[in-house]
């Protein structure tokens, strides 16, 4: 189809030069060809996708032969000698304005109603993966995604704030602890549990015991020790131990039901369910735990920051 006087414009719409079916997917206005410095040229609009000889483009100039794929539409450029050339068409400037060489353009078959169309499946970028960089270090192989300009800040930080943590946990583990509680450091809270209450689920479940002391704070039991029904039976006295530091707590004591209360030791109706020696034995337990993450935290801390440390070496090495 011989063309001249300006621009050509292929798409959807039925104003441009080349219309075509909208089932085609093509938008309304698709791309364009027209002659740019002495030769042919063709443009794709923002957001269409164009294929020329399989590679997609954006511009590109064109030559004879040049298979030119829009959605569903297949075609084929032609340069045609002056002699064929057929009537003029105006055409109205749309992207560069320049008169127009003879086109020629074979479109693709008619088909029949009953016939579906082929769709002609183009070949599509493909998306290459973020490259991982390993860096050499004195302290081994450090991989990461390429292209993270602060990530030996990030480690820095990170090592840093594990060694803050580490320090609060070994310094209440070694420094904070006062031994083995005695009687004289016990609160005992004599009344009746008038039954129990379970909060939350699993690792965060905690049981709140009901008493007729009228105490400002939520009584906990510790993880420990379960609630025995027997404990509620009518005309029963319970002897509830709590630890004097944290009974007398005036900051604690304002939270009120907001802030807790845990058991030490209890006593019912003259049996006793969880003694002294049982809660000095469960922290100094709890008290090894801390000894050992407080260090590994602390450790862990400092070899993230040599790690960031030696991976910001590097790069600056490489960079030389």
């Known amino acids: 189809m011989p063309l001249s006087g300006g621009e050509t414009c292929v798409g959807s719409d039925p104003s441009v030069q080349i219309p075509v079916r909208a089932e085609m997917g093509l938008m309304p206005r698709h791309f364009v060809i027209a002659e740019l410095d002495g030769g042919w040229h063709l443009g794709a609009y923002d957001g269409a996708a164009v294929w020329v000889n399989g590679q997609p483009v954006r511009v590109t100039a064109l030559h004879d032969g040049d298979r030119i794929v829009a959605g569903q539409l297949e075609l084929i450029y032609r340069d045609v000698p002056e002699a064929t050339r057929g009537p003029v068409m105006q055409a109205q400037p749309i992207l560069m304005p320049n008169s127009f060489q003879p086109l020629q353009i074979d479109p693709p078959p008619m088909m029949e109603e009953h016939e579906q169309p082929s769709v002609v499946r183009t070949p599509m ?25 602060r990530d030996h800040l990030l480690m820095i930080l990170i090592g ?20 083995p509680l005695k009687p004289a450091d016990l609160v005992i809270k004599e009344g009746r549990i008038t039954g129990v209450s379970v909060r939350g689920r699993k690792a965060n479940r905690t049981t709140e015991l009901h008493t007729d002391l009228g105490l400002p704070r939520t009584i906990e ?39 807790t209360l845990r058991v030490a030791t209890l006593e019912v109706d003259g049996a006793s369910f969880r003694s002294l020696a049982k809660h000095n034995a469960a922290e100094e337990s709890q008290n090894q735990l801390f000894a050992l993450a407080g260090p590994g935290m602390v450790l862990g801390g400092l070899f993230v920051m040599m790690l960031g440390w030696e991976k910001w070496k590097s790069r600056r090495a490489a960079r030389r």
């Not at 320090?167 to 420094?175: E, Q, R, S």
């Not at 005309?235 to 005036?250: P, R, T, W």
């Open 221 to 259: 039991l510790p993880d420990d020790l379960r609630y025995n029904p027997m404990w509620s039976r009518p005309g029963s006295v319970a002897k509830i131990g709590f630890v004097k530091e944290h009974f007398d707590n005036k900051k604690l004591n304002m939270l009120g039901t907001q802030g």
């Open 125 to 149: 970028p493909e998306r290459v993966p973020s490259p991982r960089v390993i860096y050499r270090t004195e302290l081994g192989d450090v991989t990461s995604l390429a292209g993270g300009k």
């Open 160 to 179: 840093l704030v594990l060694i803050g943590i580490g320090g609060l946990i070994t310094k209440l583990a070694f420094f904070d602890v006062s031994g």
